[in-house]
């Protein structure tokens, strides 16, 4: 009860330091040569409110305190612990908080890390984000607050939907935030400077940071995001193009460009209208993602409420940040006379380019895909759903020219280059190609199209495999992302290719076999745990090659609410993941047996951190320069 | 002047795109597959509940009559909730109940007629489920209403006295 309360008001008086804040910047903007003192302090503690505020409702969820309706609806007295917790943001309620506790939490690490930078700009950001908490502020407070009472005290709690509990379903939402809510800072900052007229290569080395930090923690959330659905939702694959994905996806893709635009603007101050675009984008695309989610208007896993109003009011809110951001753009921003003509064809800002444009054209095709469907519905009525094969038929032919690029492209030099070692970069690329067809040639698969990607991929592995033999320490960064990116098609294509599975229906004690494996059905056996009750197979795989191996795949029949998940056994080896899950059929004996030898999975995985690390060596390494 | 007539289409399209999500918003989100009506009725043949024998789907459907095939099954519960209206469509003279019990263990079928009556002039086992695929039925409970060996009216769901008044009215 009490917490509760505190929670509550906390957040009232966060929202008056939103609104002090507001008329102090005004007021400084105006006057000051020196920052008040008073924005820091206020920014100071309107983080502290909200994080009381956050720790009032884990407390509420440690307690079990049932008198808050968003403990009620998400909780359960018999639930670990742990998962209490993670409870906290597993809830449309809980999760909008998070989201603005980092939001202040980032506005004030931006005033603190910025006092290098001129006090109009610093002032000026600060305004744009407490435009933006206000927003979450009132949202929060009006139509979702997560500390609304009931009476009388119910008993027990609703429970957390089982499939949420998951240790890495409990990080995946606190990383993706830290991403997205980066991308409100670059937002601000970028209007802020447009204003000012600041876009200058110091602002680029200032701003790349924070692009950095938020690309980061988007990239790894993501990662999460799929190896969850890789080991919980028993479907064996890791991107389903399911319309919540993608809308994480496109501020990746589009902070992804965004950073390489701004490696372009330090170096040679040119595509600044690209930054402020794409700066604003990636905010509002994670704001959308926000409303899509929340609003009801898809349904998905990840949807956690149906209720309109809140989706009008994220609307109308986000709608008012592009309105504003777009009247800042064309009445502020001016391009550099010098911008125009000053690309030669083989720069490596040329390449950049082009691949930005690759990049755009991604970003459009899972754009379309994901709102189409909501936009076919809404004019005529007419239900259509986008699956994978839309994708792959848009996205595919054109990573090959896009990998082509990204191997070549940091070969180049600024400005103007002429291409060296020619014999080298033709010879790996027949090498690719060789190489590619003695792979595909062995398989029953469409030729032409793996035999493009694979040697792609290959040539873009191979030449920055070379490249960190030759140019030793030079732009590592680059390299180990580039690399890794190399390496992640490389698995995804294999994994395509050398997939198999086997579906069947059996009851225990019988045996499947086909020309290479032989399932055995040994036993079943009932487990009650603390808040389920566990249903484990055992089996037994024999196949031609390799020694027999136990697997034990588990259904978990969850109590409050009734829930049955599948949980896969997975056996990962450096080469291969075998994975098998079972299925009630209904009323019988039978149950439904799903194999799948999955290879290269791990290195799925693997490729994707290699990647985010080359994002994390390039936000440590300008600390060294300076 | 070129800059004010980007300016003036983006705010317009972004209107657009806001109008759309803002009527989404209202929309029901709750999918009903479309209707194939006017489909000829499948060819197939069933065992029937009470004797074991072998039945032709021509052999039941003929051409003049109207027919109400009903897929039911005694677990479910919504069958359970629609089986009045059955018992009361089939004291109507002009329209023969056929059912269709579908994935269903037989005891517990015929005590489930015993215990709420039959209404259904015959009716036909679908053990494994394939006739209720045949028919192209998404779930249980479903009714087709058949005339001339065609499906002229699908019914997804349980009934309800609207739905009755309007099939009495069609097979007038």
């Not at chain 1, 920052?35 to 909200?50: A, D, G, P, Y």
């Not at chain 1, 193009?241 to 809308?247: G, H, K, L, S, T």
């Not at chain 2, 059955?86 to 056929?98: F, Q, T």
Request: glycine fraction near 4%.
């Amino acid at each position: 009860m009490l917490s509760s309360s505190i929670g509550y008001y906390a957040l009232i008086l966060g929202l008056i330091s939103s609104l002090l804040l507001i008329y102090f910047s005004l007021l400084n903007f105006r006057d000051n040569q020196y920052l008040n003192t008073k924005i820091l302090s206020f920014t100071f503690l309107q983080f502290i409110f909200v994080i009381t505020s956050f720790i009032s409702l884990i407390i509420s969820f440690a307690l079990s305190d049932f008198s808050n309706e968003t403990v009620f609806n998400n909780s359960h007295t018999t639930k670990p612990i742990f998962y209490k917790l993670a409870g906290v943001w597993g809830n449309h309620e809980g999760s909008l908080l998070l989201w603005l506790l980092v939001l202040t939490l980032f506005t004030l690490i931006f005033l603190l890390k910025t006092k290098k930078q001129p006090l109009k700009y610093r002032i000026l950001t600060i305004l744009f984000q407490q435009i933006i908490i206000i927003g979450f502020f009132v949202f929060i407070i009006k139509t979702s607050s997560p500390f609304n009472y009931i009476f009388p005290v119910p008993k027990e709690g609703l429970g957390l939907n089982p499939i949420l509990q998951d240790p890495i379903l409990a990080i995946h939402p606190p990383i993706l935030y830290l991403g997205y809510v980066g991308s409100s800072i670059i937002f601000s900052s970028a209007l802020s400077a447009t204003v000012l007229g600041l876009i200058t290569k110091k602002w680029a080395s200032h701003i790349k940071k924070w692009v950095l930090t938020s690309w980061i923690f988007l990239t790894l959330g993501i990662l999460l995001g799929s190896v969850w659905a890789y080991y919980e939702l028993g479907w064996g694959g890791f991107w389903f193009w399911d319309p919540v994905e993608n809308v994480s996806l496109m501020p990746w893709l589009v902070l992804t460009t965004l950073l390489h635009c701004i490696l372009v603007l330090q170096k040679r101050l040119i595509l600044t209208s690209w930054v402020i675009i794409l700066s604003i984008s990636t905010f509002t695309l994670s704001m959308s993602g926000t409303f899509l989610v929340r609003s009801g208007i898809l349904n998905s896993v990840h949807t956690f409420a149906n209720d309109p109003e809140r989706g009008i009011y994220i609307l109308i809110f986000l709608f008012s940040l592009i309105f504003l951001s777009i009247i800042i753009f064309f009445f502020f921003h001016k391009k550099n006379e010098s911008e125009n003509e000053s690309f030669f064809w083989l720069s490596k800002e040329t390449a950049i380019l082009i691949n930005n444009w690759f990049m755009m054209y991604f970003l459009s095709v899972v754009l379309i895909g994901t709102v189409y469907p909501i936009f076919l519905d809404v004019i005529t009525s007419e239900k259509i759903s986008v699956g994978p094969p839309f994708y792959h038929k848009l996205i595919i032919p054109f990573l090959v020219p896009f990998l082509i690029f990204m191997a070549i492209g940091p070969k180049l030099r600024w400005i103007k280059s002429n291409i060296e070692n020619k014999i080298n970069l033709i010879s790996v690329f027949f090498f690719s190609i060789l190489i590619s067809f003695l792979i595909v040639r062995n398989f029953n698969v469409n030729f032409l199209i793996n035999l493009t990607i694979i040697s792609g991929a290959l040539y873009l592995f191979f030449i920055t495999i070379r490249d960190f033999f030759i140019k030793k320490n030079k732009n590592n960064s680059q390299k180990i992302a580039h690399f890794g990116f190399s390496l992640l098609i490389l698995s995804i294509m294999f994994n395509n290719i050398f997939s198999s599975e086997i579906i069947t229906n059996l009851k225990v004690g019988e045996i499947l076999e086909t020309s290479n494996t032989k399932i055995t059905f040994n036993d079943i056996n009932q487990k009650n745990e603390k808040n389920y009750k566990s249903i484990i197979g055992s089996f037994i795989i024999e196949t031609k090659n390799e020694k027999a191996e136990k697997f034990k795949p588990e259904l978990r029949i969850y109590n409050q609410p009734i829930i049955i998940t599948s949980e896969a056994d997975i056996k990962t080896t450096l080469l291969t993941d075998k994975f098998m899950t079972i299925n009630v059929v209904q009323n019988q004996d039978y149950f439904n047996v799903r194999y799948q030898v999955k290879p290269f999975m791990i290195w799925i995985w693997l490729s994707v951190i290699l990647i985010s690390l080359g994002g994390i060596i390039s936000f440590f390494k300008k600390e060294y320069e300076k | 002047m070129k800059n004010k007539f980007f300016l003036f289409t983006s705010i317009l399209i972004f209107l657009i795109i806001f109008s759309i999500f803002y009527k989404g918003l209202h929309k029901q989100n709750i999918y009903t597959p479309s209707v194939k009506l006017n489909k000829k009725i499948p060819e197939y043949s069933s065992k029937l509940l009470y004797t074991d024998k072998i039945i032709n789907y021509s052999e039941i459907f003929d051409k003049e009559n109207f027919y109400f095939l009903n897929i039911w099954s005694s677990w479910c519960v919504p069958c359970r909730a629609e089986h009045d209206l059955l018992m009361e469509l089939s004291k109507n003279e002009d329209i023969k109940l056929v059912g269709l019990n579908y994935k269903d263990n037989t005891d517990n079928a015929q005590k489930f007629l015993k215990e709420l009556g039959n209404p259904f002039n015959i009716i036909l086992v679908d053990i494994d489920g394939i006739q209720a695929i045949e028919w192209g039925a998404v779930g249980v409970p479903e009714s087709f209403l058949i005339h001339k060996k065609k499906v002229i009216k699908k019914y997804i769901g349980p009934l309800d006295t609207n739905l009755l008044i309007q099939i009495k009215s069609l097979i007038k």
